[in-house]
């Protein structure tokens, strides 16, 4: 075996490995920092562009606002006004509070890493593209900011993609684990839905809100997470 091979092999074995703060934990959340910066630049340049995906935007936007009900509407409403940006701060001090509480300094700092930032990068990118929302004759909801990408979805990502990451790294059982990923899926999708449905957003700023914020909560958890195993091999050299 050449040297060169050997270090290679050496490097990729590394990368897999379950051990140490620059193995399999920093290699999967570089790939889905990759995919998540894929999808949104692929996103974005169709929403630019001018492509198909815009059209199908026009289409959902005209088909659910065409089929909205009271009930429904106050429902959407609610949703939309828990996930604010003021909804969404309340309920990360109250997560703040808990882990305070519980000591849990290493996930306090994640989400403090995660949560703000995260919203501050969806705002930069509104006006990066300034797009303009959704217009209805008899709108639901009235705004002026730009609409590209949706910042109540993106918030909803990053809060609930890290309570997920909370409660799946506190249970073990997988099938426990996949019902934790899953309900955490299902509010953000509850949240694009009611931002669809409200006229305040077209699907594809959803999507990219969530691909934008699923990029970041991953490298939020893979920088801290990678901190505390350098940190822990650091004591154990002690």
């Known amino acids: 075996m050449s040297p060169g091979f050997a270090s290679l092999s050496a490097f990729v074995r590394s990368r897999l490995s379950a051990e140490g703060h620059l193995g ?41 606002h065409a089929h909205t009900t009271p009930l429904l509407t106050q429902c ?5 006004w828990v996930h604010s940006t003021g909804g969404i701060l309340v309920l990360c001090l109250v997560l703040t509070f808990q882990w305070v509480r519980a000591k849990a300094w290493d996930w306090l700092a994640t989400l403090v890493i995660t949560v703000p930032p995260g919203m501050l990068l969806n705002v930069l990118l509104k006006n990066v593209f300034q797009r303009a929302r959704p217009s209805f004759v008899d709108p639901l909801l009235t705004l002026t900011s730009y609409s590209f990408p949706s910042g109540h979805a993106a918030a909803a990502t990053l809060f609930y993609g890290l309570l997920a990451a909370y409660f799946i790294c506190r249970v073990k059982p997988w099938p426990w684990r996949v019902v ?11 949240v694009g839905l009611s931002r669809i449905y409200l006229g305040a957003h077209y699907p594809s700023d959803v999507l990219a809100a ?24 650091q004591r154990t050299d002690a």
């Not at 630049?41 to 001018?50: F, L, P, S, T």
């Open 180 to 190: 934790i990923a899953v309900l955490a899926a299902l509010m953000v999708a509850l």
């Open 24 to 64: 399999l934990h920093l290699t999967i959340g570089a790939l889905l920092m990759l995919v998540a910066a894929f999808v949104f630049g692929h996103v974005a340049e169709d929403v630019v562009m001018a492509e198909a995906i815009t059209i199908l935007d026009l289409q959902v936007s005209q088909w659910f």
């Open 210 to 233: 969530v691909a934008a914020s699923g990029g970041w909560l991953a490298f939020s958890l893979t920088a801290v997470g990678t901190w505390r195993r350098w940190r822990l091999t």
């Open 76 to 80: 959407m409403l609610w949703v939309t």
